[in-house]
């Protein structure tokens, strides 16, 4: 009987008698067995819906198609390299059982894979942008390749075509040591081994820079490239890493961290060493720069010698005797206009005496003139002139006939008498 191109196994004769009576534990034990024995390994593709995940770490969801839906679950600890959806379509592997506590039977996973180019393809734009954000891919953090590299690390299969290409093509170019740390590049456990590659490279410090190299494939076979602890683990080499994943348009989001994305893995070889015609090329131009270099110092220097002139003993005596009789002239100067400033100053100190006299003078002047004014305002002037004071007893002024009184005093310019 054939089933969508595949062989099923006839429908089993029954081996149970009909009149044999079952507990209900027994019954639930043997069609757990008889579904366990039959079913130890298949593979179903439908839609994920109800996922669950519980407190222990498991996985309880449901794969459904238009006309059926199956139990699944997922054990703590099962490798899952995408994160699971509601309506994602994938395809899993693992083996049928029964749970007898509630009579249904149910697939316990031990891989999926995700089904559909286009689930895919949504998956990979959705971390590329979120590992974009955390600046993974800048260009700034991008190293410079090394010119001539002694030593190359190269993260792949030791078995797949992708190392023996890179190997034919550095023998034919410029033969190079290299070192090869085997990682398997498609499965379940490959992103884990191509990350922990490129980190042991990093470690040992033994190489100038790693290739990671995988040759084409379909999408679903590509997808640990694209795994965010290779991602990661890319971002992070300190040594300068190339891309060798897959042809020319496969991208995976390795290429976005490493320092070169290169198509393929012969790509990577032909970028990490030249020609040995190249170098030999260009050593060839580095001579003729070299040379040509040279001549021209070589004729400047000769031009240069040629214009000295050398003066003789005498010439150079001569032009000492002229810078000593220059010199000697610019101190006459210097001590000559020293000289005339200190005599002015000292003919200022020598009349020194008349300045004074002349500024005691005028002082003593302005104070007889000052003693004058005195003079002048005092009262004393005007009782000189005929007038009299009046004072009382103890000395105060009467100014009116109307204060007057006894005893008294009359102060005249000659004198004072009392009344």
């Known amino acids: 009987m054939l089933y969508k191109g595949i062989k099923l196994m006839q429908k089993p004769e029954p081996f149970v008698k009909s009149d044999t009576i079952f507990s209900v534990t027994d019954a639930s034990a043997l069609l757990k067995g008889v579904v366990e024995t039959a079913f130890p390994c298949i593979k179903i593709r439908g839609e994920l819906s109800q996922i669950t995940r519980a407190s222990s770490g498991h996985i309880y969801m449901t794969i459904k198609d238009s006309g059926a839906a199956i139990s699944v679950i997922v054990w703590r600890g099962t490798p899952i390299n995408f994160k699971l959806e509601d309506g994602m379509e994938v395809i899993v592997t693992g083996r049928f059982t029964t749970y007898p506590a509630r009579s249904n039977y149910q697939i316990i996973v031990n891989e999926i894979e995700m089904a559909g180019v286009g689930a895919i393809l949504k998956m990979l734009e959705e971390r590329k942008q979120k590992l974009a954000r955390e600046g993974l891919f800048d260009v700034s953090r991008k190293r410079s390749l090394p010119r001539l590299p002694h030593c190359i690390g190269v993260v792949t299969s030791p078995t797949g075509a992708a190392f023996q290409d890179i190997q034919n093509r550095l023998r034919e170019r410029f033969p190079v040591r290299v070192l090869l740390y085997s990682a398997t590049v498609q499965g379940a456990t490959a992103a884990a081994e191509v990350a922990a590659g490129i980190e042991y490279f990093n470690r040992a410090k033994n190489v100038d820079v790693i290739i990671v190299a995988r040759g084409g494939g379909a999408l679903e076979d590509l997808l640990p490239f694209s795994e965010e602890i290779v991602v990661r683990a890319a971002a992070a080499s300190e040594i300068p890493l190339i891309s060798g994943v897959g042809h020319e348009p ?55 010698m040629e214009n000295i002139t050398i003066k003789s003993p005498n010439q150079m005596v001569m032009e000492r005797v002229q810078r000593l009789d220059d010199l000697h002239r610019t101190m006459e100067l210097i001590i000559n206009n020293r000289l005339i400033s200190v005599k002015h100053q000292m003919e200022m100190f020598g009349n020194m005496p008349n300045i004074l006299q002349n500024k005691m003078q005028s002082r003593t002047q302005a104070i007889e003139y000052l003693g004058k004014m005195l003079t002048s305002l005092s009262y004393r002037s005007v009782l000189a002139r005929g007038y009299a004071i009046v004072r009382d007893d103890v000395g105060g002024v009467i100014s009116r006939a109307e204060n007057a009184q006894r005893p008294a005093m009359i102060e005249f310019a000659d004198g004072v008498i009392k009344i």
Do not use: C, Y
Request: aromatic share 10%; charged share 20%.
């Open 250 to 304: 496969d991208w995976m989001l390795i290429d976005f961290a490493a320092d070169v994305r290169a198509p393929t893995p012969t790509g990577a070889a032909e970028m990490v060493v030249p020609t040995k015609l190249s170098l030999f090329q260009e050593l060839d131009n580095l001579w003729h720069r070299l040379s040509g270099h040279f001549a021209t110092r070589l004729v400047n220097a000769k031009s240069r």
